[in-house]
């Protein structure tokens, strides 16, 4: 029987209630968690009266806003975190930088989505707010058309090189097998976030998982160990995922980092772009348990948590 976590004081905004199931189930992070461990992982869904979706949007999120992330944050004993614009706002940040705002720079640094109609002043209001990288999703053009796709990247690199910050990348290992080369010769910090969209079932051996290794060993690329649910089909501890996750750091423990993907909404629940999508259940609590399983030595779990995230985005 897994453990429910007894919330009290600003956790207790995680409780369960109707229409919020990501909250519905809490484990208790089952080893000691370092300090200064940063989920690098998260997106932040305020008020839609306030910060209103994308018309265009595939789905529709239920609000998760920044009172109940920081609330996970300290059930889970992390003391730092990395908010990502998520489709639904398209290159609207402003979302984000109500997470920012309300989480503080202490805790809290972000990632935006930008196009080439962002303007030097934005850049600066953006960075001042606690941005460090922008996302670039590589999956419309990646294998169909990798010229296209490495276009995309020299464009957001030009957007973003001179303020030092870094390019995350959404993609799968077959789009990295074929942009090998130019993700290897960027002149700014890669990313690749969701286990470069490897799946659990394929295991290492799948097609492109290789060339992703090899960015990492070389340290020519970060990659994300999160939302490890969404290459497993082995709910709820993902253990598909386990070898995955031990080739990569095993590959290079410098150049990983750890997230949740909370709120892990759901933009393939079949539902009408108008319509709620509710998240994808999840507990995140034995989500982060499974760091151990995959790096049993605590000081590889430390660079993980708390050093590499610390280095790649500026927390002191």
Same mark, same amino acid.
């Given at each position: 029987?897994?453990?429910?976590?007894? !919330? /009290?004081?600003?956790? /207790?905004?995680?409780?369960?209630?109707?229409?919020?199931?990501?909250?519905?189930?809490?484990t208790p992070p089952a080893f000691e968690v370092p300090p200064g461990a940063c989920d690098c992982h998260v997106h932040v869904i305020p008020d839609r009266e306030r910060f209103p979706l994308l018309a265009a949007r595939r789905y529709t999120p239920p609000? /998760?806003? &920044?009172?109940?992330?920081?609330?996970?944050?300290?059930?889970?004993?992390? %003391?730092?975190?990395?908010?990502?614009?998520?489709?639904?706002?398209?290159? *609207?940040?402003?979302?984000?930088?109500?997470?920012?705002?309300?989480?503080?720079?202490?805790?809290?640094?972000?990632?935006?989505?930008?196009?080439?109609?962002?303007?030097?002043?934005? !850049?600066? #209001?953006?960075?001042?707010?606690?941005?460090?990288?922008? @996302?670039?999703?590589?999956?419309?053009?990646?294998?169909? *058309? +990798?010229?296209?796709?490495?276009?995309?990247?020299?464009?957001?690199?030009?957007?973003?090189?001179?303020?030092? $910050?870094?390019?995350?990348?959404?993609?799968?290992?077959?789009?990295?097998?074929?942009?090998?080369?130019?993700?290897?010769? !960027?002149?700014? &910090?890669?990313?690749?976030?969701?286990?470069?969209?490897a799946r659990g079932a394929a295991g290492p051996a799948q097609p492109g998982f290789a060339a992703l290794l090899e960015l990492v060993r070389s340290g020519r690329a970060y990659v994300k160990l999160s939302g490890a649910y969404r290459g497993s089909e082995?709910?709820?501890?993902? +253990? %598909?995922?386990?070898?995955? =996750?031990?080739?990569?750091?095993?590959?290079?423990?410098?150049?990983?980092? $750890?997230?949740?993907? $909370? +709120?892990?909404?759901?933009?393939?629940?079949? @539902?009408? +772009?108008?319509?709620?999508?509710?998240?994808? #259940?999840?507990?995140?609590?034995?989500?982060?348990?499974?760091?151990?399983? $995959?790096? &049993? #030595?605590? =000081?590889?779990?430390?660079?993980?948590?708390?050093?590499? &995230?610390?280095?790649?985005?500026?927390?002191?």
């Amino acid at each position: 029987m897994r453990r429910r976590l007894l !919330l /009290a004081g600003p956790a /207790a905004a995680l409780a369960a209630r109707p229409g919020r199931p990501w909250a519905a189930l809490l484990t208790p992070p089952a080893f000691e968690v370092p300090p200064g461990a940063c989920d690098c992982h998260v997106h932040v869904i305020p008020d839609r009266e306030r910060f209103p979706l994308l018309a265009a949007r595939r789905y529709t999120p239920p609000p /998760a806003g &920044p009172a109940m992330l920081l609330a996970l944050q300290r059930a889970l004993h992390l %003391d730092r975190v990395v908010i990502v614009t998520p489709s639904v706002y398209g290159t *609207d940040n402003r979302a984000t930088l109500e997470g920012l705002r309300a989480l503080g720079p202490g805790r809290a640094r972000g990632v935006a989505v930008i196009d080439a109609s962002t303007t030097p002043a934005q !850049l600066e #209001e953006l960075h001042q707010a606690g941005i460090r990288g922008i @996302r670039v999703n590589l999956e419309t053009h990646g294998v169909a *058309d +990798p010229a296209a796709a490495a276009q995309a990247l020299r464009s957001a690199v030009a957007l973003v090189q001179a303020r030092g $910050w870094h390019v995350q990348v959404y993609t799968r290992p077959t789009v990295i097998e074929a942009l090998r080369e130019p993700l290897a010769q !960027l002149p700014v &910090p890669l990313v690749i976030d969701h286990f470069g969209g490897a799946r659990g079932a394929a295991g290492p051996a799948q097609p492109g998982f290789a060339a992703l290794l090899e960015l990492v060993r070389s340290g020519r690329a970060y990659v994300k160990l999160s939302g490890a649910y969404r290459g497993s089909e082995a709910a709820p501890a993902f +253990p %598909d995922m386990a070898p995955l =996750a031990r080739a990569l750091i095993a590959a290079n423990p410098d150049r990983i980092l $750890w997230g949740s993907d $909370w +709120p892990h909404t759901n933009s393939q629940s079949g @539902r009408p +772009p108008g319509e709620v999508s509710e998240p994808i #259940e999840v507990d995140d609590g034995l989500l982060l348990n499974q760091l151990p399983v $995959w790096a &049993p #030595e605590a =000081a590889i779990r430390r660079r993980i948590l708390v050093g590499n &995230p610390a280095r790649l985005y500026g927390f002191a």
